[in-house]
């Protein structure tokens, strides 16, 4: 609920419809007496007060209301109104306890944003000592948490940013690797120049080259027009090579040379480009066994792994957890016009609970959802609870068939075509329940002819 203190009708009106439209629960009070009233019957979220309620126009008046107001409610915040406005009358309000100072007339998306930014800081807890250190040597405006690994991690961040050194960034699916990777960009001395995205999981073999180096006209078939690749649009800048670990073997060779040399030739070209880029890698799968098992190269891991960074999942941070269901709370209530939202303390320390095999990406969908779908401005755990999606359901191990019935090839076949239709032809949860890569699956799928989409 927000509280208008004002003793012009024109002005509660003015100040009602605004917010109203913008989806606030609105009071409105005339000056000292009925704001008490109000006090005594609701506490507000936030309180609009104006400073003059008689021919005075020093502003005293809304002082003493506000102090007033601040020993009963101190936890509200109080955005002062007045059409008599001084650098002085604002600092002594400031000093008083406002989070705001507006003169009158207001623009309405000034005022709106005052309101909605004082609202997300009263349910925000003050970071911690370590945090707020490290938010004043360099920029983590998107990575929430407080949790000691990953103040750890924030620290490696910031003081390797500065350099050109390779990082690799490993974690579960769903833990921010993206974010991290944003993070080292933002904060190294190239900040300024391209910053290129490139999830290698989604690139098949034969379109790998185009991809990254770029190509020239009737290189093949379709080459209708020279393109650009991912490295030369990154040059100056950093390019985030994202699921790394799904590269084949061709694939890796090729990579390895860029990163090695700086060079490259677009496909179809016979002429050398030099790049200059800072490489970031990110990968769920585990490197080293990789490696040792002939999977990757380990000349190219330890070309991409100078720095290595290692997320940890949100089940071995859970006290992060209520800081970011109400980080994803407070910018849903702007995104869906529903200022009023709030998660209760229950809600809070069951959703802590949670395994969230999915992490970060599993639990603001979960949030989201309970969003979208409840009517209730308090969410409780019953709006969460029911988007939470089961895992499949193990069942009894099956026998395998009697040596002699089935070749290995048909048993292959079996099992892929099984996989494909438990995962609804989701061809990257396929190759991670079969254990093998992308672009190995796909070379099956095409060895067997079972009808596939590379759109996930």
């Not at 309180?47 to 601040?70: A, C, H, K, P, Q």
């Amino acid at each position: 609920m927000l509280l208008i203190i004002d003793d012009d009708i024109a002005v509660q009106t003015s100040l009602s419809l605004l917010f109203r439209k913008e989806g606030f629960t609105v009071r409105v009070a005339d000056g000292p007496f009925e704001t008490r009233e109000v006090l005594a019957d609701e506490i507000p979220e936030l309180i609009l007060l104006d400073m003059n309620f008689s021919v005075d126009t020093s502003g005293n008046d809304g002082l003493r209301l506000l102090r007033e107001i601040r020993e009963r409610v101190p936890n509200v915040p109080v955005i002062l109104i007045t059409g008599w406005g001084s650098i002085e009358l604002a600092v002594e309000g400031m000093r008083a306890g406002a989070k705001d100072f507006i003169t009158k007339p207001w623009q309405n998306d000034h005022l709106l944003q005052s309101a909605r930014t004082a609202l997300n800081l009263a349910q925000t807890k003050p970071a911690s000592p370590n945090r707020q250190r490290l938010d004043q040597q360099y920029q983590f405006d998107h990575i929430v948490g407080e949790d000691p690994k990953l103040l750890d991690i924030l620290s490696t961040i910031g003081r390797v940013a500065a350099t050109d050194a390779p990082v690799l960034i490993t974690g579960e699916s769903g833990t921010g690797k993206e974010l991290i990777a944003e993070a080292v960009h933002q904060n190294s001395r190239r900040k300024r120049q391209p910053f290129v995205k490139v999830n290698l999981g989604g690139i098949s073999s034969t379109l790998f080259e185009s991809e990254l180096f770029g190509h020239v006209r009737g290189a093949f078939t379709d080459a209708k027009s020279d393109r650009i690749g991912r490295f030369e649009l990154a040059n100056k800048g950093s390019i985030f090579l994202d699921e790394i670990g799904d590269l084949d073997a061709s694939s890796q060779v090729k990579l390895l040379r860029v990163l090695q040399d700086r060079t490259f030739e677009p496909l179809g070209s016979s002429k050398s480009k030099t790049v200059d880029v800072r490489v970031i890698c990110a990968t769920n799968r585990n490197l080293e066994d990789m490696v040792a098992k002939g999977t990757f190269r380990e000349d190219l891991f330890y070309r991409i792994n100078l720095i290595t960074v290692k997320l940890p999942a949100l089940r071995e941070r859970p006290n992060d957890i209520p800081t970011l269901v109400q980080f994803f709370v407070n910018n849903l209530k702007t995104i869906y016009g529903r200022p009023d939202l709030r998660v209760s303390p229950a809600a809070l320390n069951w959703l802590k609970n949670l395994s969230l095999p999915g992490n970060i990406r599993q639990l603001k969908n979960i949030v989201e959802r309970a969003v979208l779908l409840s009517i209730n401005d308090e969410l409780a755990i019953a709006d969460f609870e029911k988007h939470l999606t089961p895992g499949p359901t193990p069942s009894a191990p099956s026998s395998l068939p009697p040596v002699g019935t089935m070749t290995l090839e048909e048993m292959e076949y079996q099992m892929i075509r099984r996989a494909m239709e438990f995962h609804q032809n989701r061809v990257s949860k396929v190759a991670r329940a079969l254990g093998i890569t992308r672009f190995a699956l796909y070379r099956r799928l095409e060895k067997f002819g079972i009808p596939y989409t590379t759109d996930e």
